[in-house]
């Protein structure tokens, strides 16, 4: 930045710093007050099982403790049979956590039989969701990758049959 005449430079790095703390402060969607949705296993079950292999269901809960509603976005996981990972994938979660409220979605895994060598007695999951903050700004900042929140995902629960 090239010092203007007149103007000190350390009035102008003042003024720079000013504004970029402005600008972070109203990019961030202004929403320090919210609260992260929060998310837990709760079941898993099979749902389809072949010689080949299986399909299994998981319902995850998710939770808000907002007056406002949470929209969900990308939900990325990784599947683990007693410890052994079984599946990695993603999906477009697209619904919303209602003000102060719990909603469950089911998320599926598809694998061979030939990744598990016994029968399976819990399931696990690890991963992410990326939630979309409210404002009118977040739905833009979110769409250009220049702000995803997200919130971990992670337990564990025996497999219903």
């Known amino acids: ?3 203007r005449a007149g103007v000190p430079s350390c009035v102008q790095k003042t003024v720079l710093i000013v504004f970029l703390v402005l600008v972070g402060w109203f990019l961030s969607g202004c929403s320090a007050g919210d609260l992260a949705p929060r998310f837990e296993l709760v079941s ?4 389809e099982q072949s010689d080949d292999g299986q399909v299994i269901a998981l319902t995850i ?10 929209h969900l976005r990308n939900a990325q996981y990784r599947v683990t049979a007693d410890g052994v990972q079984i599946f990695r994938g993603q999906r477009s979660a697209e619904i919303a956590l ?3 409220g719990r909603v469950n979605m ?6 061979p039989n030939d990744l598990v060598v016994s029968e399976i007695n819990s399931i ?5 969701i990326e939630y979309l ?5 977040a ?5 250009n990758r220049l702000r995803r929140p997200a919130v971990g995902l992670k337990g564990s629960v025996p497999l219903e049959r």
Not at 61 to 70: C, R
């Open 139 to 143: 739905e833009t900042l979110y769409d």
């Open 98 to 100: 209602p003000r102060y």
């Open 124 to 128: 696990g999951i690890t991963g992410s």
């Open 106 to 111: 089911e998320v599926l895994a598809a694998f």
């Open 61 to 70: 809960q998710g939770e808000n403790a907002n007056d406002h509603e949470v």
């Open 133 to 137: 903050h409210p404002g009118p700004f």
């Open 1 to 3: 930045m090239l010092p």
């Open 44 to 47: 898993a079950r099979t749902v």
